[in-house]
């Protein structure tokens, strides 16, 4: 059971790698979209400004919608969860995977002016019950640090307060998302990866028969 | 909502947590990886490797220890002292440091900052500024503080931001090891004057000196090193006291 990281150039992958190999997890990272189609899953990390998703050409759009098709989760971390939505006005000519409706937007700081970026450790709040968030409780810290956030909606799986409240995380179908850095959230963080490996190995499974 | 952080520092040399005071003078308090545990256990929210003495000395800060940290740790994790170039930078990052914090090297050569933002995003680059007071301001001091920078806190943090820097590590030199309480002034100036978090450090002795640093001193994150060295469950304790005071924080 292999999980391709997605490497388009921004920032480092390094911690991401480090939380998946402590889990266990078989990491791969592919140099062409045809290299997706080896993996059970698919995960684009990402951190810095979303016009770096520009590498992230069409034929890579392509082949992650394919594996969506195929049955392949699919869990963006930072600006890999902004990537799913239809874009970012951080680089409005720059198109999202368009999985989930909606347009990020630059955090406002709310009526109390808070500083932009969201930098530090904040609590999640469920609305509902979502499998990559399972046997989290209410209020559990997890560490973000970013200055853009996706609109709350049907797909949000958790919902964070920063003068505002956004998406801290979505998930529709095998689509997972996480703002916040799993990587970099001690225990809860864990879980929240490890949760997405239980949901890539069970899909394996279901098809295995 | 969001929790004001807590950071320890490990100031290393030679492989060796040592704490400074004012930046002479070193006490041994133990192996870097086996303390960063226990900070994590206690609930650290955050962790620096800084090793003092390689501006001066010209090493790089030791990819193993760095290594050895992040290998087991899943908190921040920054490294700092001694980073000059995007080689350094890279080698940090590489040994996995998400963050790495320049002092002396973006003085000189103040785009170093919007090149490492540029290749690993703001969020990963801190600039930290050792100050002292002088007059009116803040005078900037680089290699360790043993240098006069010929600029002003205030003014040097408002660049850096505008050039990448995604936090701002402000360190009072007159405080450092006195334990005598942050300079929540100089914080307070800082933190007021640019968007990007700012993370105080330098005089903490005691958990009021947090309160005061988080309250008039206006500061995102602290930083301390040995007033969590020595003592079983300061990290925890520290919190609690904190968050009974109004100030939000992260409780494990």
Redesign the interface.
Known sequence: MTIALVDYG???L??VK??FL?LGATLDVPATPAGLERAAAVVVPG???FSATRTLTPDWHAAIRRGLDAGRPLLGICVGMQWLYEGSTEAPDCPGLGVIPGTCARLTGGVDR??????????LRFPRATSLLDGLQQDS?V????SFAGPVNGATAAVA??GEPFAAAVEDGLVMGVQF?P?????T??QILSNFLRRVADGVAMERG | ?????IIACLDVRDGQVVKGVQFEGLRSAGEPAALARRY?EEGI?ELVILDVTATIEKRRALAATVGAV??EL???LSVGGGIKDEGDAAAA??A?A?KVSLNTAPLADPDLITRLARR?????VIVAIDAKRAGYGYAVYSRSGTTAAERDAVEWAREAESRGA??ILLTSIDRDGTKAGFDCEMTAAVSAAV???VIASGGAGTFDHFVDVFTAGRA??ALAASIFHYSEHAVADLKTHLQARGIPM?L?
Request: net charge negative; charged share 25%; glycine share 12%.
């Open positions: 921004a920032g480092n390094t911690s480090k939380a402590h951190v810095g400004h808070l500083k932009v970026p969201h930098v530090g450790w904040n609590t810290s560490y973000f640090t970013h307060e920063y850095h990587e970099k959230s001690g225990d963080g864990l | 909502m969001l929790a004001r952080r994590n929210d992040a290998r899943f908190i921040p990052i590489e996995g998400d690993y995003g703001s969020q990963a995604g936090e968007n990007i978090p995102d994150a992260r494990t």
